[in-house]
Nanobody, 127 residues
Framework: QVQLVESGGGLVQAGGSLRLSCVAS????????MGWFRQAPGKEHEFVAA????????LYADSMKGRFTISRDNAKNTASLQMNNLKPEDTAVYYC????????????????????WGQGTQVTVSS
């Protein structure tokens, strides 16, 4: 069992930045690809970004490319999401997720590819 705890959400004005962090309880954090998803009120879960076990592969949803950056620190059991130039439509609850996969350079885009989920952190962007 892996527990994930997100932090870093909050209220920010449009154009501002936030950095989300996700700390995992896994003994071997590097065994897991990590992803970020979000869910806005009344909408489906949406893929945001993912990073492979070794950090060599980083994937982003089209609307986040150039604004969001995913990273990980395997020594600190932490995955992060730097969000710049935030827009009101980025308002959502953001969830981190961990995928136990064999290939070190793969990162799933689909929710079904992830085994463990955090409780989420609220991000609100005001116009």
């Amino acid at each position: 069992q892996v527990q994930l705890v997100e932090s870093g959400g909050g209220l920010v004005q449009a154009g501002g930045s936030l950095r989300l962090s996700c700390v995992a309880s896994a003994q071997t954090f590097s065994n897991y690809a990590m992803g970020w998803f979000r869910q806005a009120p009344g909408k489906e879960h949406e893929f945001v970004a993912a990073i492979s076990r070794d950090g060599s592969t980083k994937l982003y949803a089209d609307s986040m490319k150039g604004r969001f950056t995913i990273s990980r620190d395997n020594a600190k059991n932490t995955a992060s999401l730097q969000m710049n130039n935030l827009k009101p439509e980025d308002t959502a609850v953001y969830y981190c997720a961990a995928a136990g996969i064999a290939y070190v350079s793969l990162a799933p885009r689909q929710r079904q590819g992830y085994d463990y989920w955090g409780q989420g952190t609220q991000v609100t962007v005001s116009s």
